[in-house]
Each structure stands twice: as structure tokens, then as C-alpha cells.
């Protein structure tokens, strides 16, 4: 049962990264960010807060899976293949979250 534990860990630990990732290519373009922020009812000013949050990660790759455009776009700009996204995406909601 260990070994199961710190696989899960690892995936989790791995779909967060790919998240943190996603957060900062949404950053990255002011628009999309904002578009992000409204979409999500958060503040600009309440970004870290959230972040710490359960399930904001999660938010950031369902809102990024939500626009193919803006998924292949991260994929492609941050060598991310898009299966690894939706993996994450996966991971992070549970597997009926697609």
C-alpha cells in the first residue's frame, strides 16, 4: 500500500506542477488573464490567496481545458504534450470531471 501512496503523491505532485505551469501561462498574457479572473469571480489582488485554496489548481487546468485554443496554445508553448493536461486535469477533479 506504500508504494501506492507515494505513486499518488507523485501524480498529484506532478499534475500540480503542470497546473502551476498553466497559472503562469495564463499570467503571461493580460487579456486571458483577466478573462481567467472574471470567468473565475476572483480578484487580481486575491490570486495568492486563492491559490492556496482546494481545487483552485484544479480551476486553472478545467479553465484551460474548457478552450481547445488555449489548451493547444499552452501545450505548445510550454512543451507540455496535451495528454499530460488532460491527465492532470484527471487527476486533479477526479475521473468524471471530462
Given at each position: 500500500?506504500?508504494?501506492?501512496?507515494n505513486?499518488?503523491?507523485?501524480?498529484?505532485?506532478?499534475?500540480?506542477?503542470?497546473?502551476?505551469?498553466?497559472?503562469?501561462?495564463?499570467?503571461?498574457?493580460?487579456?486571458?488573464?483577466?478573462?481567467?479572473?472574471?470567468?473565475?469571480?476572483?480578484?487580481?489582488?486575491?490570486?495568492?490567496?486563492?491559490?492556496?485554496?482546494?481545487?483552485?489548481?484544479?480551476?486553472?487546468?478545467?479553465?484551460?481545458?474548457?478552450?481547445?485554443?488555449?489548451?493547444?496554445?499552452?501545450?505548445?508553448?510550454?512543451?507540455?504534450?496535451?495528454?499530460?493536461?488532460v491527465?492532470?486535469?484527471?487527476?486533479?477533479?477526479?475521473?468524471?470531471?471530462?
Amino acid at each position: 500500500m506504500k508504494h501506492k501512496a507515494n505513486f499518488e503523491r507523485t501524480n498529484r505532485e506532478s499534475a500540480e506542477a503542470t497546473a502551476v505551469q498553466a497559472l503562469g501561462f495564463l499570467a503571461q498574457d493580460k487579456f486571458v488573464l483577466e478573462r481567467f479572473l472574471s470567468v473565475t469571480g476572483i480578484a487580481p489582488d486575491r490570486v495568492r490567496q486563492a491559490a492556496a485554496t482546494p481545487g483552485f489548481l484544479a480551476g486553472v487546468l478545467d479553465y484551460i481545458m474548457q478552450n481547445e485554443s488555449l489548451l493547444l496554445t499552452f501545450s505548445a508553448n510550454h512543451n507540455v504534450d496535451a495528454e499530460t493536461i488532460v491527465a492532470a486535469h484527471r487527476c486533479l477533479c477526479g475521473p468524471n470531471s471530462e
